[in-house]
């Protein structure tokens, strides 16, 4: 499990309605492959991710942390 910064959206991009999402995590874009269907990504939220099968899911959405 990780935290990364939601960096762009391609709305409606994904397979099954949703949106494409690329998030930076240790300083470079990487492709989400999902993340919850009671999420709506938003550049710049902080999300917490897990490493699934080598492709990345957003958890959820992190609030309360330090700036």
Do not use: K
Request: hydrophobic share 40%.
């Amino acid at each position: 499990m990780f935290r990364a910064t939601v960096t762009a959206i391609a709305v409606g991009g994904a397979s099954g309605g949703g949106n494409r999402v690329t998030v930076t995590w240790r300083g470079s874009p990487q492709a989400v492959a999902g993340y919850p269907d009671s999420y709506t990504p938003v550049v710049n939220h902080r999300v917490v991710c897990a490493l699934v099968d080598d492709q990345i899911e957003i958890l959820h959405r992190s609030i309360g942390y330090p700036l």
